[in-house]
């Protein structure tokens, strides 16, 4: 987590400058999942989606879903044009995956091995 900690750091300490943007959604008062993603360096176009998390005990509420059906609206908005994401193949992000597909990204690529042996980077894409 202390990527995600910098990230988050970098976005406060200059929010405009950063190159991240933020979704954070709320329920009953607490911090229940939230979104950072920011323009892909060195592309025209093409964004990244870096990180998303849902408070477990509220998964299958949509709050997900919600979250990147805003973004990809504010990344369409500002002229973006495909999204990428990028996550572990463990069983741990299984339910992750299975929402990427779900919303409409597909599966591109497969890196074997890539985060600790049996563990690929598997990246996922949608074009707006």
Not at 15 to 21: E, L, R
Not at 56 to 75: C, D, R, V
Not at 86 to 103: F, V
Request: charged share 20%.
């Amino acid at each position: 987590m202390v990527v995600a900690d910098e990230v988050i750091d970098d976005y406060f300490n200059d929010p405009t400058g950063s190159g991240y943007f933020f979704y954070v959604a709320e329920y009953k008062g607490q911090v229940a999942g939230y979104l950072c993603y920011g323009p892909t360096p060195m592309t025209r176009g093409t964004w990244d989606m870096y990180w998303a998390a849902v408070t477990p005990k509220l998964h299958g509420q949509g709050i997900g879903s919600t979250l990147f059906k805003l973004a990809e609206e504010h990344i369409k908005s500002l002229g973006g044009r495909m999204i990428l994401i990028e996550t572990a193949s463990n069983p741990n992000y299984k339910a992750a995956r299975s929402l990427y597909l779900t919303l409409g990204y597909e599966h591109v690529s497969t890196i074997p091995d890539f985060y600790d042996p049996g563990d690929n980077k598997e990246t996922f894409r949608k074009v707006l």
